[in-house]
């Protein structure tokens, strides 16, 4: 077998005394979508922002394609095809939808070292981003400013975002938290298509899409991944069960 | 629309300020060109603040030190029998802009108070410079033998001549820093100034173009320095005076941050209040005090931005 996409090793992150991952060994495969469940407090965000670059971990490695990455910052990660979402919905609030898009875009188009043409009528930027958003399905709101548009249209801004830095690998955390029914089946349906192209690491408390989604779950507990594997073994696991599915049986 | 008005406004203000030494001449008041000027070239300075400030989010508060080294550009120079304008200007330029790389270079490693502080810290290390250099006039800093020079019909000897100058120098700034802040360049800085976990994220490493805004902020600050000099004759080491940098930071919040004619028109304001206020009491910032705190709880976005509505330009 190739070696998977990103490896991650002994990864552990101290806040005080509490350890918020501990020891977490992860692989992800080219093509695959691993889900990362645990209760509330589980260490999957702080998991996340270790992959992203946003944190620093205390001891283990990561490797993607083949680099140790663990040492690079967030945008190295970046460039190196890394794209994250937040948890807490996080955009360019007082810039419209698509400029929010073709910054990103920008970000992954050379330097930006570049005084003179408006970047607001530069069509290697503004077609992309346009693209992207239709993708997630917000053509029709990109003149729309992003601080206003709906809960759900900037969760939908997020992914356009990591998107459009043209990634090898999605890291989503929680791309459904605080979305109604009917738009969590949209990004069930938008993250469906998504995954036929990308590799993904998506943290998820909706167990519908979890299982709609995922090719292997891992189960965080405390800080550890206690199980990995098929979402049928996870689902017969009693283990799981009791520490975290346990409130469903 | 807002864009509409913004652009109206900002023509009549232009055709305004080219109007000012006809009527000066007309009303017999050379005072007017004088006042009008010197708003002018701290216009400039709150201008090139503002785009750090503003669109950058970078509170410098030590903004006051390139007009000081512009200033001393000047009249180092002129102390020396150089006089040449096309040598002094690029000089102050040149200066400031070194000294913002280095100031720039430590202080954008820290943010929030650390960052203001420091700024400070740094403007205040060259007024204290600029007073003990006694060469330099020392504490009561010199008096410039003759203004910059530079050949032709360009003599700014002539109050009219000088007044043009500024006016197309501001025109330039404005429009010079209009496109920056609309280019690929412009919009790193604005939206690592909205949010920096965002722009870290999608891959910008904000340090180096803030770095770059910081620099060529004090570059223009350099040549507002430069003119000051011209305009006052003399320069002190109170140019870089932390109350100077203030100053210059109320004409931006004044005015209207992250736009800008905002900056221009603070300037305008300030310093007209200034002169019909201390006229009457030499405490007329106790005045000026008050109506900043108007302006922050009741018009956000300056008065500018309370004349103008819109989203400022800022999306
Ligand atoms: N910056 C921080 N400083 C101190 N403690 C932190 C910090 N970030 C997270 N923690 C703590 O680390 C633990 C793991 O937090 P984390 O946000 O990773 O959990 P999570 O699995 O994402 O939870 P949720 O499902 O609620 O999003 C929690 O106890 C949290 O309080
Ligand atoms: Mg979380």
Redesign the pocket.
């Known amino acids: 077998m190739a070696d998977p996409l990103l490896e991650v090793r002994g990864l552990r992150k101290r806040?005080?005394g509490?350890v918020?991952?501990d020891d977490v060994d992860l692989d992800a495969g080219e093509g695959e979508t691993l889900a990362v469940i645990?209760?509330?407090?589980?260490?999957?965000?702080?998991?996340?922002?270790q992959l992203s670059g946003d944190?620093r971990p205390d001891a283990g490695v990561i490797r993607f394609a083949g680099e140790d990455v663990t040492r690079l910052d967030a945008p190295a990660r970046s460039a190196r095809g890394l794209a994250r979402s937040f948890?807490i919905t996080s955009v360019f609030r007082d810039f419209p939808a698509l400029d929010n898009v073709a910054l990103a875009v920008q970000a992954h188009a050379g330097h930006s070292f570049r005084f003179w043409r408006p970047a607001g009528a530069d069509r290697a930027l503004r077609e992309p981003a346009r693209l992207v958003l239709e993708q997630v399905g917000l053509g029709m709101r990109a003149d729309v400013v992003a601080g206003v548009l709906a809960h759900g249209e900037q969760r939908q801004l997020e992914i356009a975002m990591a998107l459009a830095t043209r990634p090898r690998l999605l890291l989503l955390?929680?791309p459904m938290a605080g979305m109604g029914a009917e738009e969590s089946q949209q990004m069930i349906r938008l993250l469906g298509t998504l995954k036929r192209a990308h590799t993904i690491v998506l943290?998820e408390?909706d167990m519908d899409a979890v299982f709609a989604l995922a090719d292997r779950i891992a189960v965080?507990v405390y800080?550890r991944v206690i199980a990995v594997g098929s979402p049928e073994t996870i689902r017969a696991s009693a283990e799981v069960r009791r520490a975290y599915l346990g409130e469903a049986s | 629309m807002a864009s509409r008005v913004r652009a109206v406004t900002a023509v009549a203000g232009a055709a305004a300020l080219a109007a000012v030494p006809v009527v000066a001449a007309a009303l017999q008041e050379p005072f007017y060109l004088d006042l009008v000027r010197r708003v002018m070239i701290f216009a400039i300075a709150a201008v090139s603040l503002d785009l750090i400030l503003g669109y950058g989010g970078m509170v410098s508060f030590g903004h006051a030190a390139y007009l000081g080294i512009g200033a001393y550009a000047v009249a180092v120079p002129a102390l020396h029998g150089v006089h040449s304008g096309w040598l002094q200007w690029p000089l102050a330029m040149g200066v400031s802009a070194l000294a913002a790389l280095v100031i720039g270079a430590i202080s954008l490693r820290t943010s929030g108070v650390y960052f203001i502080m420091i700024t400070l810290a740094f403007a205040q290390m060259l007024y204290y410079l600029g007073i003990s250099i006694e060469a330099w006039g020392g504490d009561d800093g010199m008096r410039l033998a003759r203004r910059s020079r530079f050949g032709g019909p360009v003599d700014l000897a002539d109050p009219y001549v000088f007044y043009y100058v500024v006016l197309a120098l501001l025109l330039a700034v404005l429009a010079l820093g209009h496109r920056v802040i609309h280019a690929r360049f412009g919009m790193v800085v604005r939206a690592a100034r909205s949010n920096e976990a965002r722009a870290r994220a999608i891959g910008f490493s904000p340090f180096r173009y803030r770095l770059a805004a910081f620099v060529m902020a004090g570059a223009v600050c350099g040549l507002a320095g430069a003119l000051l000099a011209n305009q006052t004759e003399y320069v002190t080491p109170g140019f870089m005076h932390w109350t100077r940098s203030g100053d210059i930071m109320v004409m931006v919040i004044l005015g209207g941050m992250g736009t800008f004619v905002g900056p221009v028109a603070g300037a305008v304001a300030f310093l007209l209040l200034e002169n019909v206020l201390s006229a009457w009491t030499v405490h007329w910032q106790i005045i000026l005090g008050p109506l900043l705190i108007l302006v922050v709880l009741y018009a956000r976005r300056g008065l500018w931005g309370a004349v103008s509505g819109g989203s400022l330009g800022r999306g």
């Open positions: 806040f005080g509490l918020a991952t645990g209760p509330n407090g589980a260490g999957k965000t702080t998991l996340i922002a944190l948890q955390d929680e943290v408390h965080m800080g």
